[in-house]
Structures are given as C-alpha cells and as structure tokens.
C-alpha cells in the first residue's frame, strides 16, 4: 500500500479515518479558498473604493495582509488537492515529476505565507516602537517578491539535492521534501526492520543521529518566523495596551480602530504560531524519540490541524473585528447592481407600509368601501 495501514480499507478503523481526514481537507481548503478571496476582495475595495471610510486599511502592511490571503488561497487550491487526491486513490497518480513539482510548489507557498507573517508582525513593533514603519517607503511588490525569493532559497538546498530532494514520501504517503541518502530505512512504524533500525539509532547520542534537508528548511523557516511573531506580539500588546489605558475624550475612531486592528492580529499571529507546532514536533521526532509506534498516523493528525491555519485568518477577521465585517458588508452592497437593491428596498418599504398602523387603517376602509 501507498499508504499506511491505519488509512487504507484493509484497517479496522481505516475508513473512517481516512474519511475524517478527506472531510476536513474540503472544510479547510472550502473556507479557506472562499474566505481569503473574499478578504483580497474586501480590503481591495475598502482601500480603493471607500478610502475615507476605512482608513484602517491604509496602513503600510495592508499589502502584506492581502498577499498572506493570496499565500493561503494558494495553498488551499494547490496544496490541499494534491494531499486529498492521496487519499481517495491510496497513491499519486500522476507521474513521479508533477509529485516533486507540487511538492515544491507547497513548501515554497508555506514558507513564504510564514515570511510574510513574520514581516506583517515585525513591521508592526517598528510603527509602535520607531513611529514609522520598517517597510513604508518601499514598493510593496518589490517586498512581497522578495519573501518569495527568500522562501526559494530556504528550499534550495533539497530543490537542488543539496541536503535531501522532494518527491514521493513512500513511508508517509505523501508528495514532501525527502532524504536524499540511498540508505535510508523507508520502513514504517510496527514492523520489524523499524523496530531494529530505532533500536539502533537510540544508543546514538540525538545530535550525531543526523537530519534531512526537510527539517532544516521546517527549522530554520518557521523558527526564525515564530520567534520575530512573538517578539513583536508582545511589543505590539505592551505598547497597545498603553494606549488602551490612554482612553482619553479626545481618542479618535481611527485611533479606537487600529487598536482594535492589532487586536485582532495578534490573534491571527499566535494562530500561525500555534497550529503548526505539533507537526514540528513530529518531523524533529527522529532527534527526541525514533521509536514512536503508529508514527505516520500520528504525522498525518499532526497534518490535519496544522491545515486550519491556512483558513484561520479569515474567520478571525471576521468574528473579532468589527470594521472588517463592516467592510465586508460593504463589498456585498458594491457587488449587488442598484436595480436589485431599488427593487428589494421598494419591497421593503411597502411590506413596512402594510404593517404600520397606518397602512393596517387603509387596508381596513378599503375593505368597508368593497361591502358597501
């Protein structure tokens, strides 16, 4: 099998976990495409459209917020179909080259999308500690292509077999960055070659066990993020919460709104920061513990949570913040044409009229005037 044993038919339990797993790929990758279009869509039109409504959105990392939506939305139309395609067919169809192509295709998206976060968040403590932010005076394109260029070169060293490759993952079944070695044991969890080779490597001392390109590109790309996160998100609470205690008369809304703004991003940073951390764990766990039992079940749990980060932000958005929900509203009345709107506003009005004391009055004398 292409797959491990607890997913496929053949498992007891197999089917209906390969089910759970195929039914939150399409809730993930369903709010996550539809919710981050709508996010690129609302922010757009509230920054070009309705400008001195929404000043909110003219900050300088509005760009970034839109090009993290784009990052998502790309992971969830690329990404998650050619994990779901896995899954109902119990190996990858198609050739061995579009496996290496998505693979790296998904990590370079990923690895961008947690570059752009972190510089979203860096960006932030300098406009609250500086006064300026660190990215005001540059193009937003040229930084944005920049984050791409870097997420590159992260991925290089397995994108040109430097440290390890990408292809297909014949222990986890799965298109994702692979050792490189030839020797490597691609055995799975349970079997007897498995228990021999972690028995072995457990009477080796963890930092001479060695690692493959795929955990030092996770390493490096997602702790040098996660730390630059959490720095600024305190920075961000500590300042905006002296703000917040500033809560003079003369405050204004915009003032009232950004605060509120950083609010809500902080929630969506320490999302980022929290959804993939179980499966770190679990791609590091040759170093902690090489003889985890049931491992590819317990990766591909670590893999199904770490997927909601990626449609997080929208629904954060729009339950916590109130001005993003105002403009979202805003989008939809762009969006509906004005012969539509007069006609459900007619409908309203005289739906109104027939219930108001007034109009329950006529309707009664015309009904005399017809028995007369």
Same mark, same amino acid.
């Given at each position: 099998?292409?797959?491990?044993?607890?997913l496929?038919?053949?498992?007891?339990?197999?089917?209906?976990?390969?089910?759970m $797993?195929?039914?939150?790929?399409?809730?993930?990758?369903?709010?996550?495409l539809?919710?981050?279009?709508?996010?690129?869509?609302?922010i757009?039109?509230?920054?070009?459209?309705?400008?001195e409504? $929404?000043?909110?959105f003219?900050?300088?990392?509005?760009?970034?917020?839109?090009?993290?939506a784009?990052?998502?939305t790309?992971? =969830?139309?690329?990404?998650?179909?050619s994990?779901?395609?896995?899954?109902?067919?119990h190996?990858?169809?198609?050739?061995e080259?579009w496996?290496?192509?998505?693979?790296?295709?998904?990590?370079i998206?990923?690895?961008?999308?947690?570059l752009?976060l972190?510089?979203?968040?860096?960006?932030?403590? /300098?406009?609250?500690?500086?006064?300026? =932010?660190?990215?005001?005076?540059?193009n937003?394109y040229?930084?944005?292509?920049?984050?791409?260029?870097?997420? &590159?070169?992260?991925?290089?060293?397995?994108i040109?077999n430097?440290t390890?490759?990408?292809?297909y993952?014949?222990v986890?079944?799965? /298109?994702?960055?692979?050792?490189?070695?030839?020797?490597?044991?691609?055995?799975r969890?349970?079997?007897?070659?498995?228990?021999?080779? =972690?028995?072995r490597?457990?009477?080796?001392?963890?930092?001479?066990?060695?690692?493959?390109?795929?955990?030092? +590109?996770?390493?490096v790309?997602?702790? +040098?993020?996660?730390?630059?996160?959490?720095?600024s998100t305190?920075i961000?609470?500590?300042?905006?919460?002296?703000?917040?205690?500033?809560?003079t008369?003369?405050?204004?809304?915009?003032?009232?709104?950004f605060?509120?703004?950083?609010r809500?991003?902080?929630m969506? $940073?320490?999302?980022?920061c929290? $959804?993939?951390?179980?499966?770190?764990?679990?791609e590091?766990?040759?170093?902690?513990?090489?003889?985890?039992?049931?491992?590819?079940?317990?990766?591909?749990?670590?893999?199904?949570?770490?997927?909601?980060?990626?449609?997080?932000?929208?629904?954060?958005y &729009?339950?916590?913040?109130?001005? &993003?929900?105002?403009?979202f509203?805003?989008?939809?009345n762009d969006?509906?044409?004005?012969?539509?709107?007069?006609?459900f506003?007619?409908?309203?009005?005289?739906t109104?009229?027939?219930?108001? &004391?007034?109009?329950?009055?006529?309707?009664?004398?015309?009904e005399?005037v017809?028995?007369?």
């Open positions: 099998q292409c797959l491990p044993e607890e496929v038919n053949s498992s007891a339990n197999g089917s209906i976990i390969l089910n $797993f195929l039914l939150n790929i399409f809730l993930i990758g369903s709010i996550g539809i919710g981050n279009l709508f996010t690129i869509a609302t757009l039109n509230a920054k070009r459209n309705h400008k409504e $929404f000043t909110i003219s900050h300088s990392s509005t760009p970034l917020l839109i090009h993290l784009m990052c998502d790309l992971y =969830c139309a690329v990404g998650l179909p994990f779901g395609v896995i899954f109902v067919q190996y990858f169809p198609l050739p080259i496996c290496r192509l998505l693979a790296i295709f998904r990590n998206t990923a690895y961008t999308d947690f752009t972190g510089l979203i968040s860096v960006d932030l403590a /300098c406009f609250y500690t500086r006064g300026k =932010c660190l990215i005001a005076d540059n937003p040229f930084v944005c292509g920049c984050l791409w260029v870097a997420s &590159f070169a992260l991925n290089s060293i397995n040109f430097i390890g490759s990408f292809g993952d014949g986890n079944g799965r /298109c994702e960055a692979i050792p490189l070695w030839p020797d490597c044991p691609s055995v969890s349970g079997s007897p070659e498995y228990l021999t080779e =972690c028995m490597m457990e009477k080796v001392v963890w930092y001479k066990r060695g690692v493959n390109g795929g955990q030092i +590109i996770y390493l790309g997602f702790w +040098i993020p996660f730390f630059a996160i959490l720095l305190i961000i609470w500590c300042k905006a919460y002296k703000e917040r205690m500033k809560d008369p003369d405050k204004t809304w915009d003032t009232k709104d605060l509120h703004m950083e809500t991003l902080i969506v $940073f320490l999302s980022y929290f $959804f993939p951390l179980p499966l770190l764990v679990m590091w766990s040759s170093l902690w513990s090489p003889c985890i039992q049931h491992k590819e079940l317990v990766t591909w749990c670590c893999y199904n949570f770490y997927w909601w980060m990626y449609a997080i932000n929208f629904l954060i &729009f339950t916590r913040n109130v001005r &993003f929900r105002k403009a509203q805003t989008l939809v969006l509906i044409p004005e012969k539509v709107k007069r006609h506003k007619k409908a309203n009005e005289e109104i009229h027939s219930n108001s &004391f007034v109009g329950r009055i006529e309707q009664l004398g015309s005399h017809e028995m007369n």
